[in-house]
């Protein structure tokens, strides 16, 4: 089992920059890979940005250039970086886990809203 939990959401104006974070515990050796999705209401939830425990990293097209995904190996914590937000960021945005054991693990998700 692997437990996920996020931190760093709120309001933000346009233009602006937040950091989230997920700290992940428990069976964190089976973890090779974590990131964030978002889900916008009325839409499906989406991938943001993943990392790879080899540093890899992807991204949505529409995050490019504004959020910057890392990780900090020795706090098993995954940070995301957003800069430049546009309204259009906001949603629920949810770290997940992908585990050895092939199950996805999911946060409790941690709202961003940009708006002035």
């Known amino acids: 089992q692997v437990q996920l939990v996020e931190s760093g959401g709120g309001l933000v104006q346009p233009g602006g920059s937040l950091r989230l974070s997920c700290a992940a515990s428990?069976?964190?050796?089976?973890?090779?890979?974590m990131g964030w999705y978002r889900q916008a209401p009325g839409k499906q939830r989406e991938l943001v940005a993943g990392?790879?425990?080899?540093?890899?990293?992807n991204y949505a097209d529409s995050v490019k250039g504004r959020f910057t995904i890392s990780r900090d190996n020795a706090k098993n914590t995954v940070f995301l970086q957003m800069k430049s937000l546009k309204p259009e960021d906001t949603a629920v945005y949810y770290c997940?886990?992908?585990?050895?054991?092939?199950?996805?693990?999911w946060g409790q998700g941690t709202q961003v809203t940009v708006s002035s």
């Open positions: 997940y886990a992908d585990s050895s054991d092939y199950v996805k693990y």
């Open positions: 990392i790879t425990s080899g540093g890899s990293t």
């Open positions: 428990g069976s964190i050796f089976r973890i090779y890979a």
